[in-house]
């Protein structure tokens, strides 16, 4: 599991001229039906930059992924790499998943060397080596603990020299030592080889420790573009780091609007009492409606009725109500 | 490591233990006078039966004949079964044109057919071929193209990204993902293979283990009907170590498969 920094430059060979590429969207949308997952996105990006997209599940952020990557089309809008517009699959384009998505029929090696022609199994061999995984090459993907499977799928990507690397949230199902250990291999080799990286995460810290760019985007659009400025290799424990981690998380979470307590101001919409004993108070927020059970006794003891102000307090298991 | 070796002697022994006490027991009540040889023959006097049959040649002969029906039909069956899930399993339009005429087909009892088949192909080898040949068409079909259906879209997603072109997706992801699902397709054809030809060699034969039993019974030879359902006990088994081999050559990626 331990992967030697050290070793690993010292295997690289000479490093590769093949630069990052760049990338430009301007005005990407893409609906699914009536659901506009993507309304209007630009971003530029460029050759060789690290950029980190965050964001709620639901808000887009794979999808635009996956309009890179050439998987999906966009319903309107341009998608560029290095001002050449992106039609379909492009081979300069490699995306890395959440699942490690080898083949299970196929051998470590055999699994890096997917779609590689002529003497594949040397640039297989040495792909694996700068992952640490040159030792495993003849195993079966299923003998492999998750970490492993995802350096192998890293593997896989980088034996096609990709100019742009694409990362949907590749390190989400893995264990927290084994994500900072991926996260330092994957931030070292993209600075040997100078891809363009563009990664998806849900985890702010991650994408802090990784990019030169925080780009926050929320219901399809996006709501923040933030440069990171640190040294890299990059300690998270640093004041300046945790200054960064909670201005994003703050966006992400809209703790703007919540206070200290856990406490979002809004007004009752509804108040359903079909039942004796418990009803339903529906209060609108900045966020949503949120929906608290209290009993029907206290519904007349405090004065809820609709229109009222009040402040629903988010506890770990439930809502609770105070009036203003 | 002297007690696994004990260990790994007696776990190849066990499965033997249950078929060896019911021979003993058999015998014991054959030489006793216990059991009729009319209800059922000792085990011994089946072993001498099948040794005349042998030497003079009979039995080699029939089971040839029987072997040679039921793989032809096998291959006929099981190649169009298969040829057509690939089908229906890669093309949508294939899909909706076959499978569900296909699928109402397979509801028809196959024994139903029977007279028809006999009215269409005679009481030849055709008709045989026939029953045999549908009999395993069927679990080929619906496995080989339920496993193409359920191959991972995320490997195939995968695949077409690293750039194969469609046959490589198809040769390198879609058939290997869908070949523990053709091989339990085959390990049922095979049964269904022996079942179907015992019903075709009992209706109407001049040759074929099923036969030489029908034709054992007419004449009271017990030794030599159970001789015959011996032979197609064997058979059997010989068809299940042919899919268990092929599972073990083609499946050892698969935790579930790997020899243990």
Partial sequence: MDISIAEINRLEEASTDRRGIAVQATGITRNFGERHVLRGVDLEITPGEFVAIVGHSGCGKSTLLRLLAGLDQSSSGSLSLDGKRLDGINPDVRIMFQDSRLLPWRTVIENVGLGLEGNWRTAAQHALQQVGLDDRANDWPASLSGGQRQRVALARALVHEPRLLLLDEPLGSLDALTRIEMQRLIEQLWLDKGFTALLVTHDVAEAIALADRVVLIEHGAITLDLDIDLPRRRERGTPEFAKLEGLVLSRVMGIDKVNVRNQIKGHITAIISGDPVLSEIQVETAYGTVTATVSTRSVEEYGFEVGSEVLALVKSNEIALATI | ?260
């Fill in chain 2, 1 to 260: 490591m002297a007690i696994q070796i004990h260990n790994f002697s007696w776990q190849k022994l066990l499965p033997w233990l249950l078929p060896t006490a019911i021979i003993v027991i058999w015998q014991t009540a054959a030489q006793t006078g216990w059991l009729s040889s009319r209800t059922l023959p000792a085990p011994w006097d089946v072993i001498k039966a099948g040794v005349v049959l042998s030497s003079s040649g009979e039995l080699l002969q029939h089971l040839l004949i029987s072997t040679r029906r039921a793989l032809t039909g096998l291959l006929i069956g099981g190649g169009i079964g298969f040829a057509l899930g690939l089908l229906t399993g890669v093309s949508r339009v294939a899909e909706s044109i076959l499978d569900s005429s296909i699928q109402m087909v397979r509801n028809i009892p196959l024994l139903a057919l029977i007279p028809l088949v006999i009215l269409w192909f005679g009481i030849d080898e055709g008709g045989k071929i026939f029953l045999v040949s549908l009999s395993v068409f069927f679990p080929l079909y619906i496995n080989t193209y339920h496993g193409l259906r359920s191959v991972d879209k995320g490997l195939i997603e995968m695949g077409r990204i690293y750039g194969l072109s469609r046959w490589a997706l198809f040769q390198q992801v879609i058939l290997p993902g869908a070949l523990p699902s053709i091989l339990v397709g085959l390990r049922l054809s095979l049964g269904y293979m022996w079942l179907f030809l015992v019903v075709a060699e009992t209706i109407a034969s001049s040759e074929g283990i099923g036969y030489m039993t029908m034709n054992a019974r007419e004449f009271l030879q017990t030794d030599i009907v159970v001789l015959g359902i011996a032979i197609y006990a064997v058979l059997g088994k010989a068809s299940d170590l042919l899919a268990n081999f092929l599972e073990h050559r083609w499946l050892k990626w698969h935790a579930g498969y790997r020899a243990a």
